[in-house]
Structure formats: C-alpha cells, structure tokens
C-alpha cells in the first residue's frame, strides 16, 4: 500500500495551495480519506475527512470556509484546496485512508506547508 502526499510548500499570507495524495495497494472508493496536519510539540490533528463515495465531507471549524477536500476515485487521488491561507496553517499536511469496513488504515509520509512572507 503506498499513500503519498504531493503539493507542499512555500506561500504568503492569503495565498493557496492544493495538496493531492495519491493512494495505490487498495480498492481506493473503500476507503475513507482525511487530512491531518501537525506542529512541533503538537499533536495531529484533523482538518477534513471525506467519505468513500466522496459524498459526504466535514470540514473543522478552524478552517471551514477556506479549505476543501475532494476525491477522484478514477485516479485515486484524495486532495485538499487551502485558501487564504494564515499564520497559524502552517504544518506538515498528512493524508490517511481508512477502510470503511475494516480497521486497515494507512499514513502518507506529510507534506510541509509554510505561510510566511
């Protein structure tokens, strides 16, 4: 099973990036996808999940409004559009696949994301 986030880097206050995670090794549309993101010292955390049919997603409240996250389980790639980014965004992004009906769940290896002027 390979899960690998894509899309990192640098960008300025307000600014955008997409991240993408792409997923090989399973029947990807039975598998749940979600975001976490992580800061030194911190613990992970989610910042949106999106179910197996990409027909239900939640956002947290810390970034609702201003991030998305879809699904394309032709390619399966699970992705996460970030808007007007902020100070405080900044983290190493993790995307993670659970199946829906099993415990198997899988990690990426994090991608950086930095705000910063």
């Known amino acids: ?3 690998v986030e894509s899309g ?5 206050p307000g ?12 029947p990807f549309d039975e598998y ?20 197996g ?3 239900n997603a939640r956002i947290v409240d810390s970034v609702k409004g201003r991030f998305t996250i879809s699904r394309d389980n032709v390619r399966d790639l699970v992705s996460l559009e970030m808007n007007s980014l902020k100070p405080e965004d900044p983290a190493v ?7 829906m009906s099993s415990n198997q769940a899988f990690w990426g290896q994090g991608t950086q994301v930095t705000v910063s002027s």
């Open 32 to 51: 749940h996808a979600s975001w976490h993101r992580q800061t030194p010292g911190k613990e992970r955390e989610l910042v949106a999940f999106i179910t």
């Open 93 to 99: 992004y993790y995307c993670n696949i659970h199946g």
């Open 15 to 26: 600014g955008s990036l997409t991240l993408s995670c792409k997923c090989s090794g399973v």
């Open 1 to 3: 099973v390979s899960v």
């Open 8 to 12: 990192g880097g640098l960008v300025e």
């Open 53 to 55: 049919d990409g027909n």
